[in-house]
């Protein structure tokens, strides 16, 4: 039997992967700031948020501090960038509906269609660093039809610590073998790749905005490097 | 705004109140039988098999054994059976067959309508002794349409114990009040209730089988009591 006919579950990174986070915060940023009155370069807030994400896991990873799951790092972040981008005069409510715009990021044009074709065949799961409220939420608004949603929350560990892949693999009563990474970073799938999960590659050229320097093609032997999700179901036959 | 009005999650026990665990079992077990040429008293097998859960979870609970998954308590459980009810001559993939059985577990008729309706107004999940792995398997194969899937494995505690409900609703990024236990078994009502989760009690009067005398009706006062899922969902105004 082929590497690839023995996966039985798709594991799916989720921001940049399957939702594009600068479109969605941007946007929100906007629609919040022309309601509150607030002027700011949205696109360079969500920039400097994103910025922000692997220097909040790190602390967590490295032990500076107990788990922490991904929306309160975000809130972290979040009120350190409202100081510096000046703006004031946000309450409670407000700055944790701003907040929760990771909670309401809009999937790739092919994120849903190709997500329910794999779903035939596959068991589908998330395998983010994203929160499991988080990710729930984004499902119900976004329509992604995942079978399990799970990562680094239910592990306890962040990506890409090795136990944040196997502990999904463990969850869902496969071998690392059985699974597949589909994600739009190669550090990502090296990492999944290393601990024996089968890797997909799909690239999001855009997932940083027009300037992308960074993952625009696979830099490594993966298993599978598809143009879109749809393209993956194709590939694999859904 | 009135307790039910606040309620964001619907929370699931599974085995009973979602599926028909006795018949799943006893056909399951007599189509085995025929194939393999062995007879025996299949709905005794499945009543006996059920007999060893809550045993099998109390050495959990207890701190007797460290913990272990519920696939795990099956096969320890069914090993035991094939000896009593004197069934040899299975290989290891075999028994993994039958003790996969769980996985494939039929939904009493109205599970898949009432928790599609259901889902259109609230996160549906299951906060269910099963195992993730079996969780999952389950609804693939039998259509059920869970936002998440969550309960005993991922809290690694069994219910009634208090963290397999109080790390639900954490999860799902809810104070107990905005989650609301759906079973068919006044104790784990109960003891969700105790720890601030509403209730809503939906009977499965031949759960276990036709001279079933427990848990026939509601025996405390829960929020909602209702026929069936599709009761519930009406009752819901989904």
Same mark, same amino acid.
């Given at each position: 039997m082929s590497a690839i006919a023995e996966v039985k579950a798709l594991a799916f990174d989720v921001f940049g992967t #399957? #939702?594009?986070w600068r479109t969605g915060i941007t946007e929100e940023g906007r629609a919040f700031g022309r309601e509150?009155?607030?002027d700011v370069d949205w696109e360079a807030f969500a920039d400097a948020w994103r910025g922000r994400y692997q220097p909040s896991m790190s602390? &967590?990873?490295e032990g500076e501090i107990p788990w922490t799951n991904l929306d309160s790092l975000h809130r972290a972040s979040l009120d350190a960038l409202l100081e510096e981008f000046a703006v004031t005069g946000l309450d409670e409510r407000e700055k944790d509906h701003l907040n929760r715009a990771w909670h309401r990021l809009p999937p790739w044009p092919d994120s849903v269609e190709? =997500?329910?074709? =794999?779903k035939r065949r596959y068991v589908i799961a998330t395998l983010s660093n994203g929160n499991v409220a988080l990710l729930v939420n984004m499902a119900k608004n976004a329509g992604l039809p995942w079978d399990a949603v799970l990562g @680094?929350? &239910? @592990?306890r560990h962040y990506k890409p610590q090795p136990q944040a892949y196997l502990v999904t693999a463990e969850l869902l009563g496969l071998a690392p073998h059985e699974c597949m990474l589909v994600a739009a970073h190669n550090d990502d799938l090296v990492a999944a790749g290393t601990l024996g999960f089968r890797t997909a590659f799909v690239p999001r050229p855009s997932e940083y905005g027009p300037d992308q320097k960074t993952d625009l093609e696979a830099e490594h032997e993966f298993d599978l490097v598809a143009a879109s999700f749809v393209d993956l179901a194709e590939q694999l036959g859904c």
């Amino acid at each position: 039997m082929s590497a690839i006919a023995e996966v039985k579950a798709l594991a799916f990174d989720v921001f940049g992967t #399957v #939702v594009n986070w600068r479109t969605g915060i941007t946007e929100e940023g906007r629609a919040f700031g022309r309601e509150k009155g607030i002027d700011v370069d949205w696109e360079a807030f969500a920039d400097a948020w994103r910025g922000r994400y692997q220097p909040s896991m790190s602390r &967590v990873r490295e032990g500076e501090i107990p788990w922490t799951n991904l929306d309160s790092l975000h809130r972290a972040s979040l009120d350190a960038l409202l100081e510096e981008f000046a703006v004031t005069g946000l309450d409670e409510r407000e700055k944790d509906h701003l907040n929760r715009a990771w909670h309401r990021l809009p999937p790739w044009p092919d994120s849903v269609e190709g =997500l329910t074709r =794999l779903k035939r065949r596959y068991v589908i799961a998330t395998l983010s660093n994203g929160n499991v409220a988080l990710l729930v939420n984004m499902a119900k608004n976004a329509g992604l039809p995942w079978d399990a949603v799970l990562g @680094a929350e &239910v @592990a306890r560990h962040y990506k890409p610590q090795p136990q944040a892949y196997l502990v999904t693999a463990e969850l869902l009563g496969l071998a690392p073998h059985e699974c597949m990474l589909v994600a739009a970073h190669n550090d990502d799938l090296v990492a999944a790749g290393t601990l024996g999960f089968r890797t997909a590659f799909v690239p999001r050229p855009s997932e940083y905005g027009p300037d992308q320097k960074t993952d625009l093609e696979a830099e490594h032997e993966f298993d599978l490097v598809a143009a879109s999700f749809v393209d993956l179901a194709e590939q694999l036959g859904c």
